[in-house]
């Protein structure tokens, strides 16, 4: 019976560590929490479960959702797997390993949700788990569920994933930043969708800008700062680098059609931290 419960545990494996990762954003934690909901089945009669699929989610769902309530209170990286690799030539194929992560547009919208919405929406409209099934591991209603989903999907309105960055979404990027450092209000307003949606990750939280005209307006707030064009998990991006060296701020971009339709920025100096970042330049400038 071990062997058996163990292989039917195997099975499930991955499509538990996938709905831990979306809803942690750490790979990391998500095998913690996988392996956590192993020991917890292992401690069980498996014969009087009678949906080991929807007993093993619940239990991860569980498990998940005490992690983000933690990091509430002790707030934590979560960006270390987000891939930063400098544009000094072809922009990077599309991977397995880009194609699996988070991306980090996403991921700075997730981590202005609240727990219960944030395992509401993953749960719900990317694994396609019942709304009843959801509503056991928060403890509330299906309607109330439903209603926390709701709002989560209204915060991320996130598209599909670009293709990965393309010499022209590249030269779109940099026509922005040209615009941001010389204050030229027009440009930026041609190169910028109508209805772009810029998200900064700061130290007191997810700051949220919408349209084009705010954006524009903003824009030159880092314009001065000394910075590095990169690819961020396959899209163009920007990092700044303070003075002496430590990261400002990691920006990535999503261009379609032209134009910039979203704009993800991590500004908390400890999550910046956990990210594997290149070495600024020798004299800190404008991005190049």
């Known amino acids: 019976m071990p062997d058996t419960l163990a292989e039917t545990f195997e099975a499930q494996r991955d499509r538990l560590r996938a709905v831990a990762h979306r809803v942690l954003g750490s790979s990391a934690d998500a095998e913690d929490v996988v392996q956590e909901a192993w020991l917890r089945l292992s401690r069980q009669d498996a014969t009087a479960i009678e949906n080991l699929e929807g007993w093993l989610t619940t239990v991860v769902g569980r498990l998940s959702l005490d992690v983000l309530r933690s990091r509430r209170s002790r707030p934590e990286a979560t960006y270390d797997e987000i891939v930063v690799t400098a544009d000094d030539g072809p922009a990077p194929e599309e991977d397995a390993e880009l194609a699996d992560s988070v991306g980090l547009a996403l991921l700075v919208v997730l981590e202005s949700l609240g727990p219960n919405e944030r395992l509401a929406f993953v749960l719900h409209d990317l694994f396609a788990v019942p709304f009843e099934e959801i509503a056991r591991i928060l403890g509330k209603s299906a309607g109330a569920t439903k209603m926390l989903a709701s709002r989560a999907r209204r915060k991320v309105r996130a598209p599909a994933r670009p293709a990965a960055a393309g010499r022209e979404q590249r030269a779109v990027v940099q026509a922005f930043l040209t615009a941001a450092r010389d204050g030229d209000f027009e440009e930026l307003l041609r190169v910028l969708d109508p209805d ?77 931290a956990s990210m594997d970042l290149p070495e600024p330049p020798e004299t800190v400038g404008p991005p190049r």
């Open 196 to 272: 772009v949606r810029l998200t900064v990750d700061t130290p007191d939280g997810v700051v949220v800008v919408l349209g084009a005209t705010n954006v524009a307006a903003g824009a030159r707030i880092g314009a001065a700062a000394g910075g590095r064009a990169v690819f961020v998990g396959g899209l163009p991006g920007v990092v700044a680098w303070r003075e002496d060296g430590t990261p400002l701020s990691v920006v990535a971009f999503t261009v379609v059609s032209g134009r910039i339709t979203g704009i993800a920025s991590v500004a908390d100096p400890v999550k910046l």
